[in-house]
């Protein structure tokens, strides 16, 4: 493959959007309209068998890096760490200092980098984006935050905490956060144009992190109207909706069987106004995915009138599947008191609007990961299988799938192909560093039939006990309780991506072969056990009263608020049995 030269090296944009749910989008089969990323993928290729971390920090690490998230230093997000973990240097939940991020990289090549967005990979000395190899930087530093205001969305911050170029920040008065990140890039972007000949001016780099759809979960009003009475059918049609409209655009193969999660709540057997307040939960997720595409509209429509289109290319993904952590009724155990405790309301009318706290259920989670199974936090493929679409004017093949595997780690790699830029080997800037093993996935830009892995070669996953390992077409998943049956299970995720019929039986050999491979998986990458009774929710719990929860009731609430995925699913198991 030819490399660039330095006079025609591309603008690279990277989005990464948050807790963004496999089927969340219109070119992998959504209800929800994203015209501007229906046009990306009409303009490049479309990855459907991309997996990534299934929680936020350890994705971006290796996003950032192409080195697993347990070298890099971010085997699980911090606020979800044991203190019998953290007693180990690569086990602090931020980014470590034997790690090069692609920005450094591309700084070092003459690119102009920037960042606008959430970081969550460390504040401390030396962790902040602008030391990390990002020229201009604003960022949220915690792993979430509202989005109207400077406020955090947990006790466990005191605050909401933003930097810009390594300083501490404060928000405008006129803050939405998927508005406001576009602003700051494209104002980044604009501040090192050429005016006389934009042609000229150096090539950037751009990380756009969204906040959206995280926790909480907001949008404008114009953006929510659009979706009331979409969902008034309920999860399992909406489910199934997707499911149908993902196989006619081949995003998976006809007749792929699903799994209905034990939180998966019966809509019938809700009244009507539970079902009224469920539906617009939902709306208000639908109207947060389409203001992030609005706003990405916009930056490519500046890059138009700037001259810069047409030597861009855009890579778009999630950092991990759809959340599914929010309660299944944000008033039981009266959960209002939570929010009013922490200034939130949860009323109807004003529901996804400033100064209001939403979520969308573990039911309308599996929806949003349709047709896959499990969600955040699991190694199902709803925790780990995302979109992936990488565009470009230059790029040769336009509206096209890949089916083959790539991975997470693959990103750095791939970006530095595109800029002609060499990986670095185990030592940079006078010190040893982990080297790069992700792979560079241009190849499959050219002929997405292709694989850019042997079918022997292997990769594994492992987060808070929760353990993965991907070769060829095969995976083998383990999944702690309370969802999972802690039993290692073997799944084709090519012909049954909903792992719905496990392999392990008529297929011993593999399974073995494979399990050796996640063994050598976890002693090279240094993947330390779980405590015993670890969980990680309940972890954020004791975390925050360590941290030095405001109140005993703060303490109290949020206790309740962790724990009702759980006291869920166990009242289902409890109905079903």
Known sequence: MTEPTQSRRPNIVLILADDLGF??????GSEINTPSLTTLAEAGVSFTNYHTAANCAPARAMLLTGVDNHLAGVPNIPEMLAPEQRRYAHYQGVLGNNVVTVATLL?????????????????????????????????????GADNWEQRPYIPLYDKANWYADGQEYQLPEDFYSSRFLVDKTIEFIDSNLVDSNPADSTPFFAYLPFQAVHIPVQAPQEFIDRYMGVYDSGWDKLRQQRLKRATELGIVKQGVGTVRMPTTGDWDALDDERRRFEAKRMAVYGGMVEAMDFHIGRLVAYLKVAG?????????????????????????????????????????????????????????????????????????????????????????????LSHSFSYVTDITPTILSFAGVSPPGD??????????????????LHNP???????????????????????????????????????????????????????AQAMPQLLQRMLSAYDTYARENKVLPIPAGFDNLRQLTINTLHAGARTPVLVLLLTLLVLLPFYVFYRTNKVHS
Request: glycine letters at 12%; a negative charge; charged letters at 20%.
């Open 23 to 28: 089927t969340d989008i219109a070119p992998y």
């Open 107 to 143: 700084e070092e090549s003459g690119y102009h980098t920037y960042m606008a967005g959430k970081w969550h990979l460390g504040s401390g000395p030396g962790k902040l984006p602008s030391q990390r190899g990002f020229a201009r930087t604003v960022a949220l530093a915690d792993s």
């Open 308 to 400: 810069q289109y047409d030597n861009t290319i855009f890579i778009f993904t999630s950092d991990n599947g759809a959340e599914a952590s929010g309660p299944e009724d944000p008033h039981a155990f009266g959960p209002s008191r939570l929010t009013d405790t922490l200034g939130y309301r949860t009323d109807y009318e004003t529901l996804g609007l400033k100064g209001s706290h939403n979520t969308i259920s573990p039911s309308f989670a599996s929806a949003a990961a349709s047709p896959l199974a499990y969600y955040k936090f699991y190694v199902g493929e709803g925790g780990m299988r995302v979109p992936l679409i990488i565009a470009g004017k230059a790029l040769p093949l336009k509206g096209v």
């Open 427 to 444: 030592r940079h800037g006078g010190r040893p560093i982990e080297p790069i093993t992700g792979h560079d996935i241009r190849p499959l």
């Open 449 to 503: 039939a292709d694989r850019v892995y042997g079918a022997d070669e292997s990769v594994g996953y492992e987060l808070a006990g929760h353990a993965a390992l991907f070769q060829g077409d095969y995976k083998i998943v383990f999944n702690r309780p309370p969802l999972g049956d802690g039993q290692w299970r073997l799944f084709n995720i090519v012909e049954d991506p909903g792992e719905t019929h496990d392999l």
